[in-house]
C-alpha cells in the first residue's frame, strides 16, 4: 500500500514534515500568545482586544495546528520536534515573544498591573508578521509538489494576513481615541492652549506615545 508521501512530487517527505513542524511550533507559540495575556490586559479597547485574542486564538488552535498534527500524520510522520512546550522554540523559525507586564508602582496609584493593550497588540502584529512568512515559503516549496498541502496553506496564510490586519486595526483605533483625547501642547511663543491667533505660530503636533494605556500610564 502506498503512503500519501508517494503522491509529493519531487520532495523528501521528511523534509517536508520538518518544514510543516516548524509551522507547527510557531502555531502553538501563537496560541499560547493570544491566550496568556488575554486576562490581564488593561488599556483603551481591552473588551474588544480580548474578543479578537480569543478568535484568533481558536483558528490558530483548531484550524491551523490541528491540521497541521493530521497532515504530518497523513505524510506518515510523527511530531517528534515538537511533543514538548521547551521544544517549540528550538523547532519554530520565529520565536515566542514573551508578554510585557506592567507592575503596580506604589508611589504612582494611577498605574494598573497587568499586560498593555498596545505594547501586547504591536507583540502579536510582529508575530503574526513571521507566519505570513513561515507560509509563504511552505507556499512556494510544495507550489505545483503537493497540491493537497499547497492549498490548505494558502487557505491560512489568507487567515494569518487577516489576524494581521485586525491586529493593526484596532492599534489604529485605539491610537484615534488617544489623539482625540490628548490636547495639543501649548504654543512655544505665547504659551497658550488653543490654535494661537496671536503670535500666529503653529502649535506642535502632539507625540502619540503606542505604550499609553487608558489611564495614561507609559508601560
Not at 23 to 34: H, I, K, S, T
Not at 117 to 133: C, F, H, R, T, W
Not at 175 to 190: G, L
Request: charged share 20%; net charge negative.
Amino acid at each position: 500500500m502506498r503512503s500519501l508521501a508517494d503522491f509529493v512530487n519531487g520532495i523528501q517527505p521528511q523534509e517536508l514534515i520538518n518544514k510543516l513542524q516548524d509551522a507547527l511550533a510557531e502555531e502553538f507559540n501563537q496560541w499560547y500568545m493570544y491566550t496568556i495575556v488575554r486576562p490581564f490586559l488593561v488599556g483603551l479597547e481591552r473588551a474588544n482586544v480580548v474578543e479578537l485574542y480569543d478568535t484568533q486564538a481558536k483558528d490558530e488552535l483548531e484550524h491551523h495546528a490541528y491540521w497541521l498534527m493530521e497532515r504530518i500524520s497523513q505524510l506518515g510522520g510523527t511530531p517528534d520536534l515538537v511533543l514538548s512546550p521547551d521544544m517549540w522554540n528550538h523547532v519554530a523559525t520565529h520565536k515566542y515573544i514573551v508578554p510585557e507586564v506592567i507592575h503596580q508602582n506604589p508611589d504612582m496609584n494611577n498605574i494598573t498591573s497587568g499586560v498593555d493593550v498596545v505594547s501586547s497588540l504591536y507583540q502579536n502584529i510582529a508575530a503574526e508578521e513571521g507566519a505570513i512568512e513561515t507560509y509563504s515559503n511552505l507556499e512556494l516549496f510544495t507550489r505545483d509538489r503537493d497540491v493537497v498541502t499547497n492549498t490548505k496553506i494558502k487557505e491560512i496564510l489568507a487567515d494569518e494576513q487577516e489576524h494581521l490586519q485586525a491586529l493593526k486595526d484596532l492599534v489604529a483605533d485605539i491610537e484615534a481615541t488617544i489623539h482625540k483625547c490628548t490636547p495639543p501642547p501649548p504654543c512655544q511663543t505665547c504659551a497658550v492652549e488653543e490654535p494661537c491667533s496671536g503670535c500666529g505660530d503653529p502649535l506642535p503636533t502632539p507625540v502619540i506615545n503606542p505604550n499609553i494605556d487608558a489611564v495614561g500610564a507609559v508601560a
